[in-house]
T-cell receptor, first 114, second 111 residues
Framework: DGGITQSPKYLFRKEGQNVTLSCEQN?????MYWYRQDPGQGLRLIYY???????QKGDIAEGYSVSREKKESFPLTVTSAQKNPTAFYLC?????????????FGPGTRLLVL | KQEVTQIPAALSVPEGENLVLNCSFT??????LQWFRQDPGKGLTSLLL?????REQTSGRLNASLDKSSGRSTLYIAASQPGDSATYLC??????????FGPGTRLSVLP
């Protein structure tokens, strides 16, 4: 089955700790995205990547970092500089261009601070 | 910058009712609009994609319409069922911008 996997489902972070969220896709999509979702709010874009070895900041990139060394993988690191990391994190990939571009989402990772 | 709103924030209806969810956006220069469903604690599932040149799309009991000039899209759900209970989000792919999401409408269909 093709799809997007995220791990872990739940992640606990201690004060001052960096944590990494995994996102893998086997859909052969070029573009991948990381979003943050807080209660009652829409998704906010953290980082995105249109191609391997290239990525751009989204609207709320401060305190986060990413890499895109392989087409299938787009891990997100939540650094100690992110002071309010508790949220639901969603990874997505997209196919097509312009008016046909469609996004597909993984199941999400919930990050909690101890 | 594109802004997307959804009204109402929450909706509760008895089973069997037809219902309409609304999505509004501020900039009509869009490539497409996509409707998603999200169950509690889960990722988003794509329901319908309407390209900018299209007026509507249908899938089963779902029908989505798009009026770019007025900056509006509606998602019509016919003969609602308890299994339709979820949060419904719309997202706009605007020119020169990434996808912009609305806050969602939380739907409860009561048996």
């Amino acid at each position: 089955d093709g799809g997007i996997t995220q791990s872990p489902k739940y992640l606990f972070r201690k004060e001052g700790q960096n944590v990494t969220l995994s996102c893998e896709q086997n859909l052969n999509h070029d573009a991948m995205y990381w979003y943050r979702q807080d209660p009652g709010q829409g998704l906010r874009l953290i980082y995105y990547s249109q191609i391997v070895n290239d990525f751009q900041k989204g609207d709320i990139a401060e305190g986060y970092s990413v890499s895109r060394e392989k087409k299938e993988s787009f891990p997100l690191t939540v650094t100690s500089a992110q002071k309010n990391p508790t949220a639901f994190y969603l990874c997505a990939s997209s196919i097509g261009h312009s008016n046909q571009e469609t996004q597909y989402f993984g199941p999400g990772t919930r990050l909690l601070v101890l | 910058k594109q802004e997307v709103t959804q009204i109402p924030a929450a909706l509760s209806v008895p089973e069997g009712e037809n219902l309409v969810l609304n999505c509004s956006f501020t900039d009509s220069a869009i490539y497409n609009l996509q409707w998603f469903r999200q169950d509690p604690g889960k990722g988003l599932t794509s329901l319908l994609l309407i390209q900018s040149s299209q007026r509507e799309q249908t899938s089963g009991r779902l029908n989505a319409s798009l009026d770019k000039s007025s900056g509006r899209s509606t998602l019509y759900i016919a003969a609602s069922q308890p299994g339709d209970s979820a949060t419904y989000l719309c997202a706009v792919r605007a020119y020169g911008q990434n996808f912009v999401f609305g806050p969602g409408t939380r739907l409860s269909v009561l048996p």
